[in-house]
């Protein structure tokens, strides 16, 4: 399968902290963690290291590795940081003939503090990501069977509906993972596209930010669903979501999603698993039980290979655990690539956690 990744490129700067070292403050009533940095103060890392990342680097990594034929569009800076990515896209086989290199910004770049649970706060600086223009979207880029839409920020978000109605035109199918701040500051145009995205991906708080511009549409509330077998439910089916005030169930957002054209929507909740929309239905896998050293480019692992095993027509359960033993290979290691399985390894993992990845279905 011919693949297309859009969106962002960063050089990840990572300082581990030993717990004892920094201090974290956990919030009774709300779920958030925070580390403490005091000011002037010098704190000794266990290691400090330096790593290729960025939402469409690692969806293109991680797809290259699984098989497919990969290229990428990004924007990049004309500094040593570009040629720190170029390089590592070359290693893995991914085409850079599309990449853009412009000096009006140096290349996006990231520091990533990971202490205590290993969910890394992360400083962000994006750069080139930023600068995405018409110009670069070539008449032939979008020639390809899937487009995969990483997070995109100011001037390049902008470019976001014609990435969309452009990929639907050449007939490819089209897989999204919009940021926060896209779907906050640029939602209408998100919403005016919808209907030509395939595959959906969110996580939790990206799903909250939507939640106020589906009101409207659908109405507040709507019934959770319950464990056919048990009777249970797993966190986010039981509570929901809020967002600007309204509160509104995982069932009623996703089943909207799904009527206005969107194939399979994906939402994700961390270490309290993932739900998939498609069809008639919504599955529900859990984590995979792992040692996590860094949770940084997890979300990318999910989204990207669930995206590329849907469009390749692979069934929904194995699409799920695929991605769900790729995102907690991920988080084995330090960094947002290392842990990215090729698909040998894949399959064999999937087979190996077939009882330890439960799916949980239900009619809608």
Not at 29 to 38: I, P, S, Y
Not at 172 to 188: E, F, I, M, W, Y
Request: glycine residues 10%; negative net charge.
């Amino acid at each position: 399968m011919k693949v297309l990744t859009v969106g962002g490129a960063m050089v990840d700067t990572i300082a581990i902290i030993q717990s004892d070292r920094i201090e974290r403050m956990t919030m009774r009533n709300a779920d958030a963690d925070f580390l403490l940095l005091e000011e002037g103060r010098k704190i000794e890392a266990s290691d400090i290291s330096g790593h290729v990342g960025g939402g469409a680097v690692n969806a293109a990594v991680s797809m290259a590795r699984a098989g497919h034929d990969v290229a990428t569009l990004l924007k990049l800076g004309k500094d040593d940081r570009a040629e720190l990515v170029l390089h590592r896209l070359q290693d893995e086989g991914v085409s850079t003939r599309w990449v853009v290199r412009d000096g009006r910004a140096p290349t996006g770049a990231s520091v990533l503090i990971a202490s205590h649970e290993r969910n890394a706060a992360i400083f962000t600086f994006r750069g080139a990501n930023t600068l995405l223009e018409s110009a670069d979207i070539k008449p032939d880029v979008l020639d390809t069977d899937l487009v995969y839409i990483s997070s995109l920020s100011n001037e390049s978000a902008d470019r976001f509906p014609e990435l969309v109605t452009g990929a639907r035109a050449k007939g490819a199918k089209v897989a999204t993972n919009p940021g926060t701040r896209q779907l906050s500051a640029r939602g209408g145009a998100f919403f005016d596209v919808l209907s030509d995205i395939d595959i959906l991906c969110l996580n939790a708080s990206e799903a909250a930010v939507i939640v106020p511009a589906l009101v409207p549409r659908c109405g507040e509330g709507g019934k959770p669903l319950s464990d056919p077998a048990s009777g249970e439910q797993p966190r986010l089916m039981a509570r929901g979501l809020s967002g600007g005030g309204f509160e509104m169930s995982l069932p009623r957002i996703m089943c909207e999603l799904r009527s206005v054209g969107v194939e399979a929507v994906l939402i994700t909740d961390g270490m309290h698993g993932a739900y998939l929309a498609l069809g008639n239905e919504i599955l529900w896998c859990p984590v995979m039980k792992a040692e996590v050293v860094g949770t940084a480019g997890a979300g990318d692992a999910f989204a990207s290979t669930l995206s590329a095993h849907i469009a390749d027509g692979v069934d929904t359960e194995t699409a799920l655990r695929a991605a769900a033993c790729n995102a907690a290979s991920v988080v084995g290691a330090i960094d947002t690539q290392t842990g990215l399985l090729d698909q040998a390894a894949l399959t064999s993992a999937v087979a190996a956690n077939m009882a330890a990845l439960p799916v949980t279905r239900w009619q809608v």
